[in-house]
Structure formats: structure tokens, C-alpha cells
């Protein structure tokens, strides 16, 4: 049984409602529905009705009690087998990264506090790039970051969660007056994006996925998001924002999916699997609990962008 599928139908089940379901487990909401789909076809029945309103099968309710057994009973022996007695207990120097939800990691860490009550921890906060430095000199016990690396040599990272992007432009823009945007439609226009070498990997990655193999004309990097919308705004060309941004942007900007593709700005946490300092154990041991407890399965991650 795939348990990444069945933690998307605990959550979806008690959440009922596949918005709140995905922003609970850090993914986006296509990914979830194609997780829930290929879950219910896996088992040869539905579990959920979408249609006209949200509600668990009568397979779903019987299912939901069975489901949280089975997690419970898999984390637990997790619990026992593990080769660390006990909750970890020092030191650990956190990044938090600048990309990255501060309500998604916050929620995390205060899993692992409750865990390991006894661990200290130090946080930071810092691009992907300047955040694995640290990791890579030993500055730094574990760090959230956007993945994929492009470098990662002794860096593990598990995945935690994908962000969907979606396309924002001025609202009297050439590209407002189209009803559905294709990759096509913005290539003579420039992509106001952030510097490449802050999170190489993941830029790469999140252009790749947009482009389709086309050339994007790219426009200056500006440094965060507020910067990047202030130049939308004045008209310098369209940019890329994360879904859950969506509500708080300014009013003279509208956003657009690009069809057929769905965007996805994956993240995770990083530590340094060959250090052996105090600080690397707890990174070790936060590692673990968030790859039992939150870990976004890989299959999940390339579903999300079929």
C-alpha cells in the first residue's frame, strides 16, 4: 500500500475539503486530486463524491478509522526500531529558507519541539544557495530549502512540499486579453524572475517545467516577490507566484495558469549526511521525523507534474 496516498485521504477526509486538504499537506491541489484518483483506482472504487457537493463514500467512511490505524501503527514502528534511544537532546542550528512558508516550517518545527522537547534550536533565514554554504562548512546543522540541488554532494534532502506557480501580469497587459494562456504566449514577453544563483537547482528545475523546451525571454532578476510584482506592476513583463500568494496580490494584477502544464516549486529540508557533530545527530533525527510524519512521496512529485 502506497502511505503517502493514504495520508492524502486521512487529510482530505478530515479536512473535507481538497483546498484545506493541500495546503495541510504542502502540496498543490491538482497534485492531490491526481493522488486521491490514482489511490481510488488503485483499490477499485471511489472513496470520495466531487460532485455537487464534497463527501466521503460509504468505501471512504469505512475506510477513514482503518486508515488512521495503519499510520499510527507505522509511525510507532518506526518509533521502536529506530537506532537512536530516545529523543534527541542539544544544539541545532536551523535555516529557515526566505522562499519557503514560514507558517508551513513553523508548523513542522513545533512537530519535532514536541518530539524532542529538550533540543535548542537557532534559527536563521537565508536563500537556498547561502543556506547549503553554511550547511557545506558545517555552519549549519539542517536547513529548508528549495529543491531540486544542484549540487549536493554530501546533502540529503528529503521533500517536504510543492508550491503551484501560476503567471501574473498588469491587468490592462497584452496577455490579460487572452482567454487561457499557453507557454507560447509569453515568449515575447520577459519573465521578471529572481537570480539563478540563489537556488540554481530549483530555478532550473521550475523554468524547465514552464517552458516546455521553448526559449523564455528573461528579464532582470529582481531580489523576493515584493520586487518582482512592483516591476509587473509598472509594466517590465510577467512573473511567477506561489498559489497561496495569490489572495494577497495588489489589485492591478491578475494571475493566469499556463494550460496544460502545472508548475510545481518543490521544497525540503537538507542536512549534512556525512557530518558527525552533536548538531548533525539532531539533523539526522529531524530529518527522520519529518520523512515519517510530512515526507511528499517522490511518485507524488512526478504526478504533479504530468
Not at 50 to 77: C, M, Q, S, W
Not at 182 to 187: A, H, Q
Not at 209 to 232: C, E, F, K, M, N
Amino acid at each position: 500500500m502506497n502511505f503517502w496516498r493514504l495520508q492524502c485521504f486521512v487529510a482530505l477526509a478530515e479536512e473535507q475539503h481538497f483546498g484545506r486538504a493541500a495546503n495541510r499537506l504542502f502540496v498543490s491541489q491538482p497534485a492531490l486530486s491526481q493522488q486521491i484518483k490514482q489511490f481510488e483506482d488503485s483499490l477499485g472504487v471511489p472513496l470520495v463524491t466531487r460532485h455537487p457537493r464534497f463527501e466521503l463514500t460509504e468505501t471512504g467512511k469505512a475506510l477513514y478509522p482503518e486508515a488512521i490505524r495503519i499510520l499510527e501503527l507505522v509511525n510507532e514502528t518506526v518509533r521502536r526500531i529506530s537506532p537512536d534511544q530516545g529523543p534527541p537532546d542539544g544544539k541545532l542550528q536551523l535555516i529557515y529558507g526566505r522562499s519557503v512558508s514560514a507558517e508551513r516550517t513553523f508548523q513542522l518545527i513545533e512537530g519535532f519541539r514536541d518530539e524532542a522537547p529538550s533540543v535548542e534550536i537557532s534559527a536563521q533565514t537565508l536563500w537556498t544557495s547561502a543556506a547549503m554554504e553554511r550547511l557545506e562548512r558545517g555552519l549549519a546543522d539542517a536547513a529548508f530549502v528549495r529543491l531540486p540541488l544542484e549540487n549536493p554532494g554530501s546533502i540529503k534532502t528529503i521533500a517536504l512540499g510543492d508550491d503551484e506557480q501560476w503567471v501574473v501580469f498588469r491587468s490592462d497587459h497584452p496577455l490579460a486579453e487572452l482567454g487561457s494562456l499557453r507557454v507560447e504566449d509569453l515568449l515575447e514577453h520577459p519573465l521578471i524572475h529572481w537570480a539563478r544563483e540563489d537556488a540554481p537547482g530549483n530555478f532550473d528545475e521550475v523554468l524547465n517545467q514552464l517552458s516546455g523546451g521553448l526559449q523564455l525571454l528573461i528579464g532582470p532578476p529582481q531580489p523576493d516577490q515584493g520586487h518582482r510584482l512592483a516591476a509587473v506592476s509598472k509594466g517590465e513583463g510577467y512573473a511567477l507566484v506561489h498559489e497561496s500568494t495569490l489572495a494577497a496580490l495588489p489589485g492591478c494584477l491578475v494571475a493566469s495558469r499556463v494550460a496544460p502544464t502545472i508548475v510545481v516549486s518543490r521544497w525540503g529540508l537538507a542536512w549534512d549526511a556525512g557530518a558527525t557533530h552533536d548538531g548533525a545527530r539532531i539533523a539526522r533525527s529531524l530529518g527522520e521525523y519529518l520523512q515519517r510524519t510530512h515526507a511528499l512521496q517522490q511518485d507524488s512529485v512526478r504526478d504533479s507534474k504530468q
